[in-house]
């Protein structure tokens, strides 16, 4: 039997014991409510995961090639965004 791998996004929910100030919590809570609580952090969790996948791509490009401009950094977010956003996933992390 294989072990599923999913994509930043994917798969079926799994319940996760999370800390947060409460200062936070409460600020979340006043933004979306009680129900979408859970989505709102997954969504936050999942942005910062892609953010780190541009990041370790870039960081790799530039071992390899030299310094990236701030202007080709953004063009570079953009790009990932599009091509991502039109398979409609991420790769795994990991």
């Given at each position: 039997?294989?072990?599923?791998?999913?994509?930043?996004?994917?798969?079926?929910?799994?319940?996760?014991?999370?800390?947060?100030?409460?200062?936070t919590?409460?600020?979340?809570?006043?933004?979306?409510?009680?129900?979408?609580?859970?989505?709102?952090?997954?969504?936050?969790?999942?942005?910062?995961?892609?953010?780190?996948?541009?990041?370790?791509?870039?960081?790799?490009?530039?071992?390899?090639?030299?310094?990236?401009?701030?202007?080709?950094?953004?063009?570079?977010?953009?790009?990932?965004?599009?091509?991502?956003a039109?398979e409609?996933?991420?790769?795994?992390?990991?």
């Amino acid at each position: 039997m294989s072990e599923t791998t999913y994509s930043i996004g994917e798969g079926p929910a799994t319940r996760v014991s999370l800390s947060l100030p409460e200062g936070t919590a409460e600020a979340i809570r006043s933004r979306v409510g009680k129900r979408e609580f859970s989505a709102f952090i997954a969504a936050a969790v999942e942005r910062e995961l892609r953010g780190q996948v541009l990041d370790e791509y870039l960081a790799d490009y530039e071992s390899r090639k030299g310094p990236v401009s701030e202007q080709a950094r953004l063009r570079a977010r953009q790009v990932f965004d599009e091509v991502f956003a039109e398979e409609d996933q991420w790769p795994a992390v990991g």
